[in-house]
């Protein structure tokens, strides 16, 4: 059967469901899957059935046919009876293990059981009956089953289908007459008569019995076993029960071990039973079968004996009943359409149902054609017609009707025929009738991916026929496939290499159907070396039976076995024609055989390691792609290989080259295979090769390569007759041997190197290969082409390796070759694009306004093409990075064309580069006009907009997301020698806001600082202390605070820089600024706890440990820093000119201080200018420089709003530009979601520059004397400015808004983590920040608080919850979206914290034996222990007393609320009780450690991995885990008892209180102790009639244990024992 490979995990659920009667799919264990039968499927046979035991049409598949024959009676033959004969195949394509000969020893035993069934005496079958003439004539029956598929059962259903086959089979009756012979003699002759009606059945076929297999699986049986459940069996047993009930046959085949004999009985008495149901179930079935007609009995009731089709009884009328349509419902569906050129035709017939003449429209819509005289229909017989078409009838009027065209008779059609016209107008006579015929072709316009899957494509079309306002309507679908024939091997060649005389080999060749209909194949040799020979050579298929064609349903192949016999030396090629009787045009394919036949065997030198076959798979024209070729001597001499190649190898370059020992090469290839990719065409084909360590050129003529017009070339195949290379030559040590030039034909050369390879070594080649890309004019072109070659390799010996003065050929013998064939096969596909249109003309087009307009470039071909747009222009803008165009798809291009200055004939050229074809580089033409209606050019003349120092009217922010800032910095420099008011507004826009601000003005005209500077550098510091900046500060709390997450501080960035390291810095330099940069260290006030050190301020040389200063380190950095700042040069003007007595009265270093808070302002804004990034990076060296790269992005965005907030940034509308001077304008996008609209992917806002005063004074800064003037300021020109960005939506979410943690207690710990996850493919960068309460110190980061998720990823974050206090926990955790400040979400940490048990009780209930049972007032012979545990670090004092001594009025309840018995707890001073008490419970019973929750919770992991482990059979991982709970139970190393305690604990003490009813424990940390309790029964209250009246009776009695001062936390021990009672005794 097919073997199916179970997991121990599903063999175990199988067996262990079967044992407790559960099956996987739900049904009992004796009950069997569906069963569906069919009888006469096979049309030339007497009977066939075919059986199906599954659901859903999902399972074992078995067809049955019958077919009779008269057989000659032979001598040795029994004299009157007939014979069966039994036959069943495997398909190959039923399972994986029946290809080739894997279900040869099935088809053997299952033919064997079918023969005993049938032709044994339990049969039921009168074999008499089949005798026709007793020693002369008889019928034999031919029973052929076929496997179609095997899911389980499949004895039982080759028996349902055979006995279903029986039951349809009719037998012809036989005429038997006695005729005299010359002699007068009788003799008896028949006659078959050849009438449908007048046939006989099988006599004695419903005595034939049914099968019932069991299989065992455990130590239970099933019957009609899954697949599944056949891959757990353990044994399997068949029982062939008859009608009568007598078990005829049994047949076990045991997998791993017998039936027991009681088991064996069980199935026997089980078998009975079941059959019984299933011969019932039989009848219903096979009922049901026969009243269901076949689709081709249904076609077959339709014909008539004229030669009409079977749609002829269709007849429809129209809508006024004036005409009607015959053979043509309202709803046609025209199925298994090939797709092959040729139409599909429909005969129809019109009838005018009028008096009078009636003319008739014909109008179609689709690929439909209507005509009146078709030569193809004509050429169609009488008898053809009728099997023309096969119809599915429609059940009612409304339902579509199902019609398949005969594919053998339509591929007899011509298709010349297709062109001619069709008829669109008719004229018919009163009650004519005319036969019309519908074409339909089904062209390649459907779904490119079904077409090139070779799945069913849809059509649809109308059919209106229309006669005034009389119409009828047909709707018409169609499904067409194209049909196409394969073949493997692909390489299209099957050699046979060293044949010997009277020896047989077989390869095999296998046919395969690619598409999703059915075809029809046909083999023909037509060439071959000797005729007379080519009986030597078979061809046979799965039966071994004479193969040239046949029939491959969807998705099937056929194996073909090619057997040769060598008969003669010499060579014998065969040339094999396979076509595709379906599509011949497009499925033609060619195969070759060649043998070479010796006369006796050659040992053999070498072995090929690697495949035998070598597929390049499909491949790019353009680029290299390379598969290795690794060959091993073996026997003991050098040999040398030669390498040459033969085949279709138009248009392809390929080269070899040996492979070092560290696997390099000298030169590079790309593989499909390999990480790298392949590599472009021309950059490989420029590459010279070099020559290896040895002197040795590995490949030099392939990069000498002319290409032809066409840009193809050719590899010549190499001849044995051609001499070896001059240059030839051995190296000094004689190992290799120098690689020679094989062919040069018309320039076009190939190179392949010959290999040295000593004894018992392995040596690798790569042959690699590119194919030249094709012209657009080749008829392929775009298309897929198989090109198969094959590489020879001749192996010969070397007779003297060290001669160094022969040529490797000339040390060789070459009468003793020896050679190996590898048959190579690659797709190769040339990319070809279309770019439309060829011009682009933007026509007038405004100087400072954008237009665009669109290239479309369609990729032609069946493989991807990349394309790149190339082109040289300031004023045109369109993507320059390579674009990758999926096969048969079109991308669009964007161009952009901005004008900067008037320009009457602009002229440009677009490249569109095809990178893997550069013979099909597309030249678009650019044209436009560049006009300036609005005078914007004007602006030009006086001022420039540089971004950032290149001159252009727009900015391109890039990829912005939604809900935050980028900010771009525009400087405006002014070309004229007078200063210029230029004023500046932007737009307004419907998905965010667009500002413009420009810096404070630092100094006046005379060189002081401004009144508004002034208050800037006073506001900086004190918004920036408030400000929750990540900075050192930040770190230093959480250094602080004993928080692991906090990132270490880089040696540089612990200090800020002096202002002298600054100032050196160009502006326009990259700057790295450091936190807290605004706040005057060496003048605060108050508290300084916090302050950073400066330690890099004026090289003050102070303690190197001193990173932070306290309030005691005030007045030190104070002094320091006001001597320093004296020693330096001060500024060339005051600070500000009302403040010159306030600079005298405070030291001098107040100055320097507020003076570099502005410079540190303006540092700081280029860099938001530069590094905020919208984009993240995604790539760190560590988890630190993501912490720290993440920090500084949130600490810039919160720059931005504390540089507004100050006023160094302000709003900017009038902006003064100095003569010849440059001023920095900030242009700040903010976008933003708009209510109920999608955001756009592109945002397009203005800037309207406008000069304000007349510039007709103005001078501009040209060579020229004079400007031209203009009119009245308020008709001057408005420039307009471009803004551009890319919008997206950065969308963080979390996995789980709410972490319980459960139930916890005080000081333990707990580590969860937070799931981020990103929904946006940009990447996103995310802040973890805790709400800053006392509880939040409890969670604990472990890293990656702040970080980037890449795009549509996820991160988990880890945490510690250590929770410091007792009660609910509920804490919220903020994850910020850096990019989004409207994105961020909330996780709610919930847990509910305990206090931690102080001390622990073994065992709050001691019970005492109850035999003898206690007598009123006497102590209990029995001692038990109570066992008691300090679960702290600390000394614990524990007071132990019965319940009923005094207690607090709020203390647990009293041990007895009514009359009775209790029981009193004594604490026995005799230590010999306590010791024997101790001594009988160690003996019965271990006694286990006491154990904290952490030391369980790791016993519970280890026992569920050690379920796992046995599960999975891993002997070493069961035995460590063994090794693992040992220790950990007994309280070993493997485990502790409580993390706190000491690992010795020192011994309790015991006190004595209270006349010895109370005991005082003092308990050492991690200590326990065993206090032995006895019992003393207690009579309390009074007597009532409520007493027990029986003779024992259970007295309990309570222990309470506390803390000497904690009376709140007690613990009770209840005391039970059987106690005797006085009122019976």
Not at 403 to 425: K, P, W, Y
Not at 496 to 514: A, F, H, P, Q, S
Request: aromatic residues 6%; hydrophobic residues 40%; negative net charge.
């Amino acid at each position: 059967m097919a073997s199916l490979v179970l997991s121990p995990a599903e063999q175990d659920f199988i067996t262990r469901g079967v044992e407790d009667g559960f099956r996987a799919d739900g049904r009992g264990s004796l009950d069997r899957r569906q069963v569906t039968l069919r009888t006469n499927m096979i049309s030339q046979a007497n009977g066939s059935a075919r059986c199906r035991m599954g659901h859903l049409n999902v399972g074992t598949d078995v067809l049955v046919g019958i077919k009779a024959e008269v057989n000659t009676w032979a001598p040795g033959e029994p004299d009157n009876v007939g014979s069966i004969v039994c036959n069943v195949e495997c398909s190959p394509s039923a399972a994986q293990e029946f290809e080739g000969r894997g279900a040869d020893e099935l088809n053997v035993e299952l033919t064997q059981l079918l023969d005993r069934i049938l032709n044994g005496p339990q049969s039921g079958i009168c074999l008499e009956k089949l005798c026709i003439i007793p020693k002369q004539a008889y019928w034999v029956l031919h029973v052929d089953a076929l496997v179609l598929d095997v899911k389980g059962g499949i004895i039982d259903a080759l028996v349902w289908a055979t006995r279903a086959a029986l039951l349809s089979t009719k037998l012809p009756r036989v005429v038997v007459e006695s005729i005299p012979d010359e002699d007068g003699n009788l003799q008896s002759e028949f006659d078959v008569v050849d009438d449908a009606e007048d046939q006989i059945s099988v006599e004695g076929v419903n005595n034939l019995p049914l099968t019932v297999t069991f299989n065992q699986i455990g130590k239970r049986y099933v019957v009609d076993a899954s697949e599944q459940e056949e891959a757990a069996t353990q044994a399997r047993i068949t029982v062939a029960v008859s009608p009568s009930m007598d078990i005829c046959a049994v047949q076990k085949s045991g997998i791993l071990r017998g039936f027991s004999s009681s088991l064996l009985t069980e199935i026997l008495h089980t078998a009975c039973k079941v059959a019984r149901e299933e011969f019932s179930k039989f009848k219903d079935t096979f009922a049901a079968a026969l009243s269901n007609q076949s689709p081709s009995e249904a076609s077959t009731g339709t014909m008539t004996d004229n030669g009409l089709p079977a749609n002829y009884s269709l007849l429809h009328p129209s809508a006024e009943q004036r005409f009607s349509v015959r053979g043509l419902p309202p709803r046609l569906h025209l199925d298994r359409i090939y797709m092959n050129g040729l139409h599909a035709l429909v005969p129809f017939w019109l009838t005018n149902e009028t008096g009078s003449e009636l003319e008739i429209s014909l109008s179609t819509q689709g690929p439909l054609k209507i005509q009146q005289h078709n030569p193809n229909w004509s050429a169609v017989s009488a008898a053809q017609r009728k099997t023309y078409l096969d119809v599915a009838p429609a059940a009612s009027a409304d339902e579509e009707v199902s019609m398949v065209c005969s594919a053998t008779i339509q591929r007899e059609f011509s298709e010349i025929f297709n062109q001619l016209d069709g008829e669109e107008q008719l004229v018919l006579e009163a009650h004519e009738s005319v036969e019309l015929v519908l074409l339909f072709i089904a062209h390649s316009k459907g779904s490119t991916s079904d077409v090139q899957s070779y799945e069913y494509v849809p059509f649809s079309g109308r059919i209106v026929f229309q006669a005034d306002t009389d119409t009828y309507t047909v709707k018409l679908r169609a499904s067409a496939c194209k049909s196409v024939l394969d073949m493997d091997p692909p390489t299209s060649r099957i050699y046979v290499d060293d044949c010997v005389i009277g020896r047989t080999y077989e390869r095999v060749l296998c046919v395969r159907n690619m598409s999703a209909i059915g075809l029809d194949w046909t083999m023909t040799v037509v060439e071959t070396t000797d005729s007379e020979s080519l009986s030597s050579l078979q061809l046979l298929d799965s039966n071994m039976q004479e193969s040239t064609g046949g029939h491959l349903n969807a998705r099937s192949d056929m194996r073909v076995l090619v057997r040769y016999t060598a008969h003669a030396t010499g060579e014998f090629l065969c040339r094999f024609l396979i076509e595709n009787s379906n599509d011949p045009a497009n499925n033609t394919r060619y195969w070759v055989f060649r043998a070479r036949v010796s006369q006796r065997q050659k040992p053999r030198r070498i072995e090929l390691l690697s495949d035998p076959d070598i597929s390049f798979g499909n491949c790019t024209s353009g680029v290299w792609y390379s598969r290795d070729i690794s060959f091993k001597n073996i026997s003991d001499t050098p040999v040398l290989l030669r390498f040459r190649v033969e085949g279709n190898t138009a248009g392809v370059t390929m080269r070899t080259a040996i492979r070092a020992d560290n696997g390099s090469l000298p030169f590079e290839y790309g593989t499909s295979d390999s990480a790298q990719g392949p590599m472009p065409f021309e950059a490989a084909f420029s590459r010279r090769p070099s020559l290896g360590e040895d002197g040795i050129s590995e490949s030099v003529a392939a990069t000498d390569e002319i290409i032809s017009e066409g840009g193809s070339t050719e590899v010549a195949p190499a001849d044995d007759s051609t001499p070896p290379s001059e240059g030839a030559r051995t190296t000094e040590s004689g190992r290799r041997f120098a690689a020679r030039a094989r062919a040069v034909h018309q320039h076009k050369t190939a190179m392949f190197d010959e290999l040295l390879i000593k004894p018992g070594s392995v040596r690798t080649m790569v042959l690699a290969l590119v194919g030249n890309p094709a012209s657009s004019a080749s008829v392929s072109a775009g298309q897929f082409g198989r090109q198969s070659f094959t590489l020879f390799c001749e192996c010969s010996t070397v007779a003297n390796v060290q001669n160094a003065q022969l040529p490797p050929s000339a040390a060789s013998n070459e009468r003793n070759v020896e050679r190996l064939s590898i048959p190579c096969t690659v797709n190769m596909c040339t990319p070809f694009v279309r770019v439309s249109p060829a011009l682009l003309d933007f026509g007038s087009v405004d100087v400072g306004t954008l237009k665009s307009l669109d290239l479309q470039v369609e990729n032609l071909s069946q493989v991807a093409a990349v394309v790149q747009c190339k082109l040289e222009s300031k004023v045109i803008t369109c993507t320059r990075t390579p674009i990758t165009i999926a096969p048969l798809q079109t991308v669009t291009v964007r161009v952009d064309i901005y004008p900067r200055r008037i320009n009457a004939r602009y002229r440009k050229q677009i490249i569109v580069r095809n990178i893997h074809n550069r013979f099909n580089d597309n030249v678009i033409e650019v044209r436009s006009t560049h006009v300036d209606r609005r005078r914007v050019a004007y602006h030009n003349m006086f001022y420039h907009t540089l971004v950032p120092n290149n001159e252009q009217n727009f900015v391109d922010f890039g990829p912005v997301p939604v809900n935050s800032r980028s900010m771009r910095k525009i400087n405006l420099q002014n070309v004229c020698r007078c200063p210029l008011n230029v004023e500046v507004v932007a737009d307004t826009a419907e998905f965010g806001t667009v500002s413009v601000l420009t810096a404070v003005k630092l100094y006046d005209e005379d060189g002081y600082l401004t009144e508004e500077s002034h208050q800037v550098a006073r506001r900086l510091p004190l918004l920036e202390r408030q400000a929750a900046m990540h900075s050192s500060i930040e770190k230093f709390k959480e250094r602080t605070a004993g928080n692991s997450e906090s990132v270490p501080v880089r040696p540089e960035s612990r200090s800020l820089r002096s202002c002298a390291e600054l100032a050196s810095e160009s502006s326009h330099a990259s700057v790295t600024l450091q936190p807290d940069m605004f706040i005057d260290k060496s003048i605060e006030q108050g508290h300084v706890c916090l302050i950073p050190f400066m330690s890099s301020r004026r090289n003050v040389a102070l303690p190197a440990s001193l990173d932070y200063l306290d309030v005691a380190s005030v007045s030190y950095l104070h002094k320091h820093v006001v001597r320093i700042q004296e020693q330096n040069t001060l500024p060339k003007a005051p600070l500000f000119k009302s403040e010159e007595t306030t600079t005298k009265n405070h030291s001098v270093g107040i100055t320097a201080v507020k003076n570099e808070v502005l410079e540190r302002a303006s540092q700081i804004l280029d860099e938001i200018v530069e590094k905020l990034d919208m984009a993240p990076q995604t790539l760190f060296s560590s988890p630190e420089d993501e912490d720290a790269y993440v920090r500084r992005q949130v600490d810039l965005h919160k720059y931005i709003d504390l540089l507004i907030e100050s006023g160094f940034l302000q709003p900017a509308q009038k902006i003064e530009l100095p003569p010849l001077g440059t001023r920095p304008i900030i242009v700040m996008l903010q976008p933003a979601e708009a209510a109920d609209k999608p955001t756009p992917a592109r945002f397009d806002a203005n800037l309207y520059f406008r000069l304000e005063d007349r510039p007709s004074h103005l001078q501009p800064y040209t060579e020229s004397a004079q400007a031209v003037p203009f009119g009245d300021v308020d008709q001057l020109p408005v420039r307009r400015f471009l803004i551009q960005a890319a919008l997206f939506n950065s969308e963080l979410e979390i996995g789980q808004k709410n972490i319980n943690v459960g139930n916890m207690q005080v000081d333990e710990s707990s580590r969860k983590y937070l799931v981020i996850q990103n929904r946006s493919e940009a990447p996103l960068m995310y802040a973890i920040r805790k709400t800053g309460s006392i509880a939040s110190g409890d969670i604990r980061f472990v890293n990656n608080r702040y970080g980037v998720v890449r795009g549509f990823d996820s991160r988990k974050v880890v945490f510690v919850f250590s929770p410091s206090l007792n009660g609910v926990y509920n804490e919220q955790i903020s994850i910020a979206n850096v990019l989004n400040a409207r994105g961020g979400k909330y996780a709610t940490l919930k847990a509910a914290v305990r206090r931690p048990s102080k001390f622990y009780i073994r065992s709050l209930r001691l019970d005492f034996a109850a035999d003898p049972p206690l007598a009123l007032n006497q102590l209990s012979a029995e001692v038990q222990l109570l066992a008691i545990k300090n679960m702290t670090a600390k000394t614990r004092r524990l007071v132990i007393k019965p319940l009923h001594a005094p207690f607090p009025a709020d203390g647990p309840p009293t041990a007895v609320d009514q009359a009775g018995v209790v029981l009193e707890a004594q604490f026995p001073e005799d230590t010999s009780l306590a010791a024997k008490a101790a001594t009988e419970m160690s003996s019965s019973a271990h006694i286990a450690p006491i154990l904290d929750r952490e030391t369980e919770e790791k016993i519970e992991s280890l026992e569920q991995k050690l379920k796992i482990a046995i599960r999975k059979n891993r002997p070493e991982k069961i035995e460590k885990y063994r090794s693992k709970l040992a220790k950990l139970r007994s309280g070993g190393k493997g485990g502790k008892s409580t993390g706190q305690c000491e690992a010795n604990p020192a011994a309790a003490q015991i006190q004595r209180l209270a006349d010895n009813t109370q005991l005082a424990v003092e308990l050492p940390p991690g200590s326990d102790i065993s206090i032995p309790v006895a019992v003393v029964a207690r009579s309390v209250g009074e007597a009532t009639g409520q007493q027990s009246q029986e003779p024992v009776e259970t007295a309990r009695g309570m222990l309470a244990v506390h803390e000497e001062k904690d009376n709140d936390n007690v613990k009770v021990v209840t005391l039970t024992a059987s106690v005797a009672n006085k009122r019976i005794y």
